[in-house]
């Protein structure tokens, strides 16, 4: 890494209100009358929409006197396609002044892109990430938008994210901007005791990655000093992201097993993971994630036949919490020198009683390994339908996302991650 001649001094860091609890979700109509909205779009997926939760919630709006419908078209894991189809029906029933997210990151990040493009013009494409979109700035503020996770893992009810995969290109960008975070999360354990044991394995995945990820990434004040109106959402590892990400950890570490393996009646396992993902939502979504997350993205935008348990059947995908784990206990190798002490850290938080290995490198790699073999988790790339062969047309993607690239503390170069990817085709 190359020090900058003139170094940073300033760090952001946001979230927004959050009510948590069982029983949260039965106050939101009380919660968004007080924002003054009378019409509302409830935004779920149809499998969501078949729990009952998303009516649910429409019925407490209407008991405040707040007009309220229930979208059921999200995409699980969001397109481009699917977002603007989300957004096209949207701006064809007429104004609505506030939105209710309640689902995974698939509807919370459907919900921020209809918020986007009905409190404002233009399309998707607009404001999605460079090189690939063209990166508009959001012109003004949007609409109140209520986020209720029903997942524990993408922690996208506390960030300015919104993520989807460009089909034509086999690559998953986003649009990144504070406007985009919700007004208010409403994070209710008991939504999530229904959730197969696949998909809590692959969504908690996800939190691991976010925290041990932003845990690791480049320092703030390392990075070159920005005009204000450059400041970006990710600024790298700091002092108050680090908090969440070291409290993440040690939920996971209580809990994350017993979620998977006894979910359906531990409500304390299902509470924690969930304070566990919003947690280290507020770790990552302001410091940032880098390596395994941009792994992640060709690893699930090039998927070819691969169907997991647990999630709908009708087209191959790899889920986002599988596809940001497979090369992380690799990454975690490459990433050990610049901060050994971190890395150190992370694994004594996620697995305070696993044994020392004698190679200090092997710590957080041993941990991560272990965790993913007891859940379930595919066993590296090759777990997934990828082969060695494969990975020079998966590097290109990851070299794609230098926004992520750019938060590591050791800038990777393509014969890195060329690396890292073959070290995963096994993990074990
Ligand atoms: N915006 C962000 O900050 C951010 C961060 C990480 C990931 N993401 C994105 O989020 C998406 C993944 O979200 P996810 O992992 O939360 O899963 P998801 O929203 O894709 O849902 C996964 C599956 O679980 C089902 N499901 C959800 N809640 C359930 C419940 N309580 N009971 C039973 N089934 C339930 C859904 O119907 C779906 O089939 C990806 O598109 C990813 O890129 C966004
Ligand atoms: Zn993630």
Aim: proline fraction near 8%; include cysteine; charge should be negative.
């Amino acid at each position: 890494m190359t020090r900058p001649d003139h170094e940073e001094t300033i760090f952001t860091w946001g979230a927004p209100p959050l009510k948590f609890g069982a029983g949260a979700a039965d106050e939101i109509g009380f919660d968004l009358s007080g924002f003054g909205v009378r019409r509302v779009l409830v935004v779920t997926d149809p499998g969501v929409n078949a729990l009952g939760a998303p009516s649910r919630i429409a019925d407490a709006l209407r008991c405040y006197d707040i007009e309220a419908e229930v979208f059921d078209g999200v995409h699980v894991e969001p397109t481009d396609d699917s977002m603007t189809k989300a957004v096209e029906y949207a701006r064809a029933q007429g104004d609505w002044d506030g939105f209710v997210a309640v689902g995974g990151g698939s509807a919370m990040d459907t919900a921020k892109a209809i918020n986007l493009l009905t409190s404002h013009p233009g399309e998707l494409m607009d404001y999605v990430n460079k090189p690939i979109g063209a990166a508009r700035t959001p012109p003004g503020p949007l609409k109140p938008l209520v986020a209720v996770p029903t997942t524990a893992g993408t922690g996208s009810e506390s960030t300015a994210m919104c993520i989807l995969d460009i089909l034509s290109m086999k690559v998953k960008t986003g649009i990144s901007h504070w406007r985009l975070r919700p007004t208010l999360a409403v994070v209710d354990p008991l939504l999530t005791m229904t959730l197969p044991p696949e998909v809590t394995a692959s969504s908690g995945m996800d939190i691991v990655c976010h925290a041990v990820e932003s845990y690791t990434a480049r320092w703030y004040a390392t990075f070159a000093r920005k005009a204000p109106e450059d400041r970006v959402t990710y600024c790298g590892s700091n002092p108050v992201s680090d908090l969440w990400c070291e409290k993440a950890m040690t939920l996971l570490a209580r809990s994350f097993r017993d979620a998977v393996h006894r979910g359906a009646d531990d409500v304390a396992a299902r509470s924690d993971m969930m304070m566990a993902a919003t947690f280290a939502g507020m770790g990552f979504g302001n410091a940032g994630v880098h390596v395994p997350h941009a792994n992640g993205y060709p690893i699930a935008g090039m998927v070819r036949g691969y169907r997991p348990a647990g999630y709908p059947q009708d087209e191959p995908m790899v889920p986002h919490g599988q596809s940001v784990s497979l090369t992380a206990p690799e990454t975690f190798r490459f990433t050990f020198d610049a901060d050994p002490e971190r890395h150190l850290r992370a694994a004594a938080l996620l697995d305070p009683r696993a044994d020392r290995v004698n190679d200090q490198r092997e710590q957080l790699p041993s941990v991560l390994v272990a965790l993913m073999r007891d859940i379930g988790i595919p066993n590296g790339i090759g777990g997934v339908g990828y082969t060695e062969a494969d990975v020079p047309d998966l590097v290109p993607g990851t070299m794609k996302q230098q926004r992520l690239l750019a938060t590591c503390a050791k800038t990777p170069t393509e014969d890195d991650i060329a690396r890292i990817l073959t070290n995963s085709v096994e993990n074990w």
